[in-house]
Every structure is written in C-alpha cells, then in structure tokens.
C-alpha cells in the first residue's frame, strides 16, 4: 500500500481593513494591487498541483470617509471580486445598523461572515464555520468574534446581541470540525497579546490556543499586529518590508496576523502529509510599501472600484468652511489632556442640548482639524462613527457620580474624557470643588449632561444610562452638529477654544 502523496495548500490572510478599498496619498496598499498578488499566489500554486485559500480575519468597517460614506460598498464588493473565502466578524462590522449589515453580507459579500459566538436573541447571529475541499483535504474554517463588541455602543444599533467566550464556543465546536475536516482553521478576530497577556482587552489568540487543543492555525484579527515573534516570546515590531517574520506558536497551532489596513498579505505554505500539517514557509507579502519592489494595480478591479472613488471624492470635497489655527485631535494629545478640539465637540453639543455640562470619550476624536479650508471628508475623518447626541437629565447627586466615574479614566486610554461645562480638582479618589456653569453643584438641583450614545450605552465603561428616566436621544448627529457650525459661521479659530477662553 502506498502512502497518498503530500498536499499543498497556501493561506493568504488580511485583518483590520478598514476601509482602505482605494490606495493610500503615498501610492499604498489598496484592492487592485492586493488583487495582483493574490492572482500571482494563484497561478503559482495552480502550477505546481496546490491550492489557495483566502482569509480575512475582520473589521472591514469604518477607517476612511470614502468608504465610511458608502456604508463599506466598494470594500466588500472589491473582496468579493478578489475571491475572498470566508470573513471573521469583527467588531466593526457593528459600527453600522443591523440593516446596513444584513446589506453589506447578503448583496455585497459573495463570501460567508463565520462567527460561532455571536447570537442575537437566543439564535446564531452568523454562519459558525464553513468546511472547504482543496484537492483531496477538507478543510474547517471557524468563525470568532472579540467580546470586546460588547463593550461598544451596540444596544440601540444591535438590539439583543450576545457574545459567548471565544474559547467556549471553540470547544463546543471541535468535536464536530474534527469529524467533517482534515485541517482546523480558527478565523479569529480576537487580538494577538504575547503570551497571553491581553491587559484591559478581552482575551486573544494565545489564550485560545492554550485552552482548546487540536487547532492547526489561528488566523487573526483586531489587534492590528503583524505577528512575528523574537526568540524572547516577544513582537518583532515594527515589521519593515521585506524583513523575516515567524508566526507565533501556541499549544501546537500556529497564529498569524497581517497588521491591518491591507499593506500586507500574510502568505502560508503548508504541507498535509500522513495526516499532520507543516508550514514550510511564512510570509509577509508588502502591497506598494515603500521600500519594497512596486506592484500593478489589477485594471478590472480598479474598473470596479473607480466610480466609488470618484462618487466619494465629490461628496467629501465640498467645502464646509474654514479653520484659523490647529484643532488638536491627535491620538498622543486627545487621550491625555483637554484639547481644543475636545472642547469645540463637547460646546457645541453643549449648546445644541441646552445642556448644563457636556462629555465624550477621546477615542471617539480620530484626527485633528488643520488650518485652512474644511471639506466634509475632514469632519468624517474627526468623527467617523456617526454617533449621536444624548441628553440625561441627572440630579446633582448623581451628575456627581458620572463625573467622578469620567475623572478616574486612565489618560492614554480610549476612556480618557473630554467635557465642558464642569470644573474640579481631582486628587485620585474624590472630586473637589465641583463647579457647573461656574457656581457649586447641588446635589439636589436638576441637571442636563449632554452625551455621544457610545458613551451614554455604557461605551468605554461609562455608565450605561440607556434606562435612565432621564435619557432622551436626539438622533442629530456628531458630524452634523460640527457641520452645522461650519454653515452657521463660516470660520472656526482654534483660539477661542483654548483653555480659559470661555
Ligand atoms: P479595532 O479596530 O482593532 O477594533 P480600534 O482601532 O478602534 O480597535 P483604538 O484605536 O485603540 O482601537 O480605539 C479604541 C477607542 O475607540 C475606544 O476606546 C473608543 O473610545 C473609541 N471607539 C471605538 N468604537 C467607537 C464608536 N463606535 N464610537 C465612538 N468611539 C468609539
Ligand atoms: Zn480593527
């Protein structure tokens, strides 16, 4: 009897698209050249009797206004045409409504979304896993979903919604993987965290591969890391173009993740012989990085995806108004200290609310405003997660507790708050000399605290005040009240907001 000869099989992933269906300013990453490498792994692997699959391990939502405006159209349209297997759900997928979801999965996408721990009302919200015959192997590609989705504003987006740990929905599911399939696949968008260590974050892929044995990969997602491991069980990071990577290793299956916004491919070969897989090379494969030999944009991808260009590119180019000065809403200012931009937002949904004091988190602030003339692609690229503005009525005792939850934020973190309308010292435990509107709280007076919905569902570990008496959604959105601003005035000066100014 003779052994069956040795089966070849390739896995090309992507993770954390994010809307990048068209090339950067500097000629980066994009479909068309993603199309050109993936075709030449094809026609390579064609040739010499293998097979490829390919992956995304998630978040293709929300990054760029081009695509944030189309509800993602081109992205999923643009992977559908790439030949895109399967999809991990990942927590973006739920910045939109359940209606543009169920769009963007059913018309767009000709590729199934896999996530076995995502249930909506009791029932399975998506497909759990999908099984796929290369040649003579079968293979199981299962689907799993961060519970970090549940910490995001989902409540009025996604009613019902629930998230079972990753690991257990991964060991309820093996058992029957193992019946139907030769190679166990997870697709993940859970996080890689070097040995395990995932911090404030929900656990990732080492903490998975640690508890359920029998998974060959983990291909990964939402921590937007290119997984090449040092020989001290650390990040090799940054990874430069070109340079070696080794995939992380965990309890006999390998994880891999591409970093994010499609500048690499990760390319695995495999070998299945006598029943075990062996990866016989690992790859990141950089898409027009600089510094790496230039790839040609594929024509029929850049024929499908060109009319989305454009139609973005004349909405987002109107002219809103003008700006004097820097509004700052960089990452390395806004989640540390009060910005001017934080207080721009926060006033005008101030005054928008007639509200007393005003609050969101920083990491809802996503880029800065810069002098000179503002189009509405530079207010989506500020706020592109179309939140929208709430107002609880509080008492002064319980405004109180909210502010103090606010000021025990960790600066640095997503969490960290910007506000207006209130004044205090705070010493690490306790709020003193609380001040609204500029005169003393009382904590029996009535109070109207203004808020982004993300933060006012309990977002970011704010108190969830979605069943206060006091919560009224006012549906205007964030964008549109900075718009409104823009047409109201005409010029913005960054100076007016500094602190003290008002
Ligand atoms: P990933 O893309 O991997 O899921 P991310 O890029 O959003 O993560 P960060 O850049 O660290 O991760 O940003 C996280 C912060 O983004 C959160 O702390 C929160 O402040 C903010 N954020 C995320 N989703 C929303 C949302 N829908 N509305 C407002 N803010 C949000
Ligand atoms: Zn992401």
Request: a neutral charge; proline letters at 6%.
């Amino acid at each position: 009897l003779q052994a069956p000869p040795p089966v070849r099989l390739t896995v090309l992933h992507t993770n954390d698209h994010h809307g990048r269906f068209w090339r950067s300013a500097d000629g980066e990453h994009g479909l068309a050249a993603r199309k050109t490498i993936v075709d030449g792994v094809r026609a390579e692997l064609a040739a010499h009797g293998g097979a490829v699959l390919l992956l995304d391990a998630g978040d293709v939502n929300t990054g760029t206004p081009e695509s944030d405006l189309l509800d993602a159209e081109p992205d999923f349209r643009g992977m559908s045409a790439l030949g895109v297997d399967a999809m991990a759900v990942g927590n973006h997928e739920f910045d939109k409504t359940q209606a543009v979801l169920e769009r963007q999965r059913r018309e767009w996408s000709s590729f199934p979304w896999l996530a076995a721990n995502v249930s909506r009302s009791g029932q399975p919200a998506f497909e759990p896993y999908r099984i796929f015959q290369r040649g003579p192997l079968r293979i199981a590609v299962l689907g799993l979903t961060t519970e970090d989705s549940a910490r995001m504003d989902l409540g009025a987006r996604h009613p019902g919604l629930q998230f079972e740990r990753p690991a257990a929905s991964a060991q309820r599911w093996l058992p029957r993987l193992k019946s139907e399939a030769d190679v166990i696949i997870v697709l993940s968008h859970l996080g890689h965290y070097p040995d395990g260590r995932h911090g404030s974050s929900a656990p990732g892929d080492v903490e998975l591969a640690r508890e359920v044995s029998g998974i060959h990969l983990i291909v990964g997602g939402h921590s937007h890391s290119a997984v090449c491991m040092r020989d001290d069980g650390a990040r090799a990071e940054p990874h430069r173009p070109g340079e070696a990577c080794r995939p992380d290793r965990q309890n006999g299956a390998w994880i891999v993740q591409s970093g994010d916004r499609g500048r690499f491919i990760g390319r695995a070969d495999f070998e299945w012989r006598d029943g075990r897989l062996e990866l016989l090379n690992y790859a990141l494969l950089p898409v027009n990085l600089r510094g790496a030999p230039p790839v040609a944009e594929d024509p029929q991808m850049l024929a499908l995806l060109t009319p989305f260009a454009d139609s973005g590119r004349t909405t987002l180019s109107v002219p809103i108004g003008r700006v004097t000065g820097h509004f700052d809403g960089e990452r390395a200012s806004v989640r540390h200290r009060p910005t001017n931009l934080g207080r721009l937002i926060t006033q005008l949904m101030q005054q928008a609310a007639e509200a007393d004091v005003a609050l969101v988190s920083s990491g809802g602030i996503r880029d800065s405003l810069r002098e000179g003339e503002v189009r509405l692609r530079d207010l989506l690229q500020v706020l592109p997660f179309g939140n929208r503005l709430v107002i609880v009525t509080l008492d002064g005792r319980e405004l109180a507790d909210y502010l103090l939850a606010a000021a025990r934020k960790t600066p640095g973190s997503g969490a960290y708050p910007q506000f207006s309308g209130a004044r205090f010292r705070f010493d690490g435990a306790a709020l003193h000399e609380l001040h609204i509107g500029g005169a003393p709280i009382e904590p029996a007076r009535r109070y109207r605290l203004a808020l982004s919905s993300f933060v006012a569902a309990g977002g970011d570990g704010y108190p969830d005040l979605r069943r206060h008496p006091g919560y009224v959604d006012t549906g205007r959105t964030d964008v549109a009240l900075l718009r409104a601003a823009f047409e109201r005035r005409g010029v913005l000066a960054a100076a007016d907001f500094e602190a003290g100014t008002r």
